[in-house]
């Protein structure tokens, strides 16, 4: 019988990439993932890993011993569910990630509606942009996480998570007050100096292709994940930008905004959950929180 613990500790190893990091990850120590690994090998009768350089690396019957143990990592998820929804308390912890702008948004009066309804229910909250966080998602480190998808870049089909959109978050082309009171076009700005995300993110990819279609190359002068510091770079005439709505958090724009012609004018906000935690009650009630307060506070 293969010990269901270190299938595990080798399944680690395929996300994370790294004894170390496995051992970090689940407060052994390395020499102690290390024996797990090979206890496993004599459990099995195959070699597991091979030597490449300073690390290791998975062979074919790892390989094959990872996708079992990810169809058993879900079997007990969904039997952890239906024990949670046999249950008349909500309780347990829901580790959630997300990026700023909903965690400024929509976390605060998910929250708030959470710890009155649901006293005895613990949620931890950190903030990571998607590409962080998804992989955090595949590893057990989060058991929900709130990404954005961008027009023409959607998020990674991963075939053991399951997506749910909370939100369309209308985007615009913000500009300072002053240049508020007449029609403008994106190609208007194409001498402007532009703030946007940092290179090979979907934000900034398609906020480029969106300039290009218009028919120019942004000057991007500002880099940052921090779309409070565009609000604020536009605000003092420094820059213009593509803003969604979310980031007003339910307040009113302190700059102009224009809307953006064409169809693609839109990010989605999605919920991501693995396939054997998404319908825990627990996270139900976190995402069907988000959802309320996206709904009132917009």
């Known amino acids: 019988m293969l010990d269901v613990h270190r299938l595990r500790i080798l399944r680690e190893l395929k996300h994370r990439g790294t004894l170390a990091a496995v051992a970090a990850a689940m407060a052994y120590a390395p020499s102690s993932i290390s024996m797990q690994l090979s206890q496993l090998e004599d459990e099995t009768g195959v070699t597991l890993l091979e030597r490449v350089g300073r690390s290791v690396r998975l062979t074919a019957q790892a390989e094959l011993l990872v996708s079992h143990t990810e169809v058993l990592l879900e079997l007990m998820e969904r039997a952890e569910a239906d024990l949670a929804a046999s249950s008349h308390a909500m309780t347990g912890t829901v580790r959630l990630a997300t990026f700023q702008t909903v965690a400024l948004a929509l976390i605060p009066p998910a929250l708030k509606q ?49 997506h749910q959109t909370l939100v369309r978050d209308r985007l615009h082309i913000a500009v300072p007050t002053e240049q508020g009171d007449r029609t403008l076009k994106l190609a208007d700005l194409a001498d402007h100096a532009w703030v946007m995300e940092p290179t090979g993110t979907p934000a900034r990819r398609w906020c480029e292709a969106v300039c290009r ?50 169809p693609h004018n839109n990010r989605h906000i999605v919920a991501a959950t693995r396939r054997g935690a998404n319908g825990h009650p627990a996270v139900l009630a976190v995402r069907q929180a988000l959802l309320e307060a996206s709904a009132t506070g917009r």
Do not use: M
């Not at 420094?238 to 905004?257: F, H, M, R, S």
């Open 114 to 162: 959470l710890r009155a309804e649901y006293p005895q229910l613990r949620v931890e909250v950190s903030q990571l942009e998607p590409e962080q966080a998804l992989p955090g998602l595949v590893a057990h480190d989060f058991d929900l996480v709130i990404a954005h998808e961008y027009p023409g870049h959607p998020l990674p089909r991963l075939p053991q998570i399951e």
């Open 213 to 262: 279609e218009a028919g120019f190359e942004p000057n991007v002068r500002y880099c940052s994940y921090d779309l409070l510091l565009h609000v604020k770079l536009v605000e003092a005439g420094e820059a213009v930008a593509l803003l969604p709505d979310l980031v007003w958090a339910g307040a009113g724009p302190t700059v102009a905004q224009h809307r953006l012609a064409g």
